[in-house]
């Protein structure tokens, strides 16, 4: 039997279609996937058996990997599909995630082409009407640096107006471009969200925005008075996180602009401190985070963290970025990849 791997195709709305990932020669690699039974082994009752389940899932997160980036098999990224390509099949929760826009109206600088941000989200939202999320959350960084306020404030407005087209509810995590001359208030009044950190439900999934836009002072981010290095949760963020993780047991999901899976120059400095409240709660099953730009994906003390791939990074729609993340019954994760956004499924 192979219950995972047919559980985690049948949920996706992109399933059985020629297309999947982008071309037939990737068809022919997700039927030898199932033709090899490679997850023969899987049985649900055994301590052996969840070990190979974690080797099957990782050997499905590389192979999922590959289709989307082309290193096995000559795949190309998943491309926007038509209505007529979903499956009607619903899973427990879809969400819609955007990350990293940077969108200004200013010359492009390196591999940021900042004016072109709009016409990738618009490609996004498009997406979204198909796929039809629940509510989407834009993971920070959603515009880039002008020197007055007023600038800035006209680029979160074309943002906002464009993403507001999306189905459901809009949930802004703060990232530190968001807060550069902007003050955290201003960005919060224009995209008329409440507060920085919050929970919400969703089905039976818990969700926790963070905000990490504040200095080692706990002073927040604003009017250019940080450095993008100096990210911070302070105490009183903390004592609010344990609480409200401590308010239940249902499944629950993490989003944060910047990181918490790693000790470098993209992540929060107190990481492991939020990390040990996140495990000790024992009811994170993944952090999504953004701001370093790249896919990656891992584990640590049982809770998946993935960063998404930015919509900024590269001219040209083909360059961009966005993904639907599916939660099935069994808790099953799904990240549905789109142009350079990687796909994983994990099981929790
Ligand atoms: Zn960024």
Redesign the pocket.
């Known amino acids: 039997m192979t219950p995972a791997l047919i559980t985690i195709y049948s949920m996706s709305p992109y399933p059985k279609r020629p297309n999947h990932f982008g071309i037939d020669s990737c068809e022919a690699e997700v039927r030898s996937i199932f033709e090899n039974n490679r997850v023969k082994k899987m049985s649900p009752s055994t301590q052996a058996v969840n070990s190979s389940r974690r080797a099957f899932i990782r050997n499905g997160s590389l192979f999922l990997l590959s289709a989307s980036t082309g290193i096995h098999g000559g795949c190309n990224p998943r491309m926007p599909i038509s209505p007529e390509q979903t499956t009607g099949i619903e899973p427990n929760v879809r969400f819609g995630l955007v990350t ?1 826009i ?1 969108y200004a109206d200013k010359e492009a600088a390196g591999t940021r082409f900042y004016r072109e941000s709009l016409g990738k989200l618009r490609e996004a939202v498009n997406q979204f009407q198909i796929s039809r999320p629940q509510f989407v959350i834009a993971l ?2 959603v515009i880039d640096a002008a020197d007055e306020v007023e600038t800035e404030q006209a680029y979160l407005k074309s943002v906002s107006e464009l993403l507001s087209s999306a189905p459901g509810q809009k949930h802004y995590v703060l ?1 530190n ?1 968001c807060v550069n001359t902007l003050t955290k208030e201003e960005f919060l009044d224009g995209v008329d969200q409440q507060e920085s950190f919050y929970s919400f439900d969703v089905g039976d999934v818990h969700f926790v925005i963070l905000d990490a836009c504040f200095r080692e002072d706990g002073q927040s981010y604003g009017r250019n008075n940080f450095t993008w290095t100096d990210s911070n949760i302070p105490e009183e963020e903390l004592t609010w996180l344990a609480s409200d993780l401590a308010l239940g047991d249902s499944m629950t999901i993490v989003l944060i602009h910047q990181r918490l899976d790693e000790s470098e120059n993209y992540s929060v400095k107190n990481a492991s401190q939020v990390r040990a409240l996140l495990e000790d709660s024992g009811r994170v099953r993944a952090v999504f985070q ?2 370093s ?1 790249a896919n990656s994906l891992q584990e640590i003390g049982g809770i998946h963290y993935c960063v998404l791939a ?1 919509m ?1 990074e590269g001219s040209g729609v083909e360059n961009s970025g966005y993904s639907t993340i599916e939660i099935a019954g069994d808790g099953t994760i799904c990240v549905s990849g789109f142009r350079k956004q990687s796909d994983y499924c994990w099981l929790v």
């Open positions: 990293d940077h920070g960084d990232g471009h953004g701001h730009h930015a900024i």
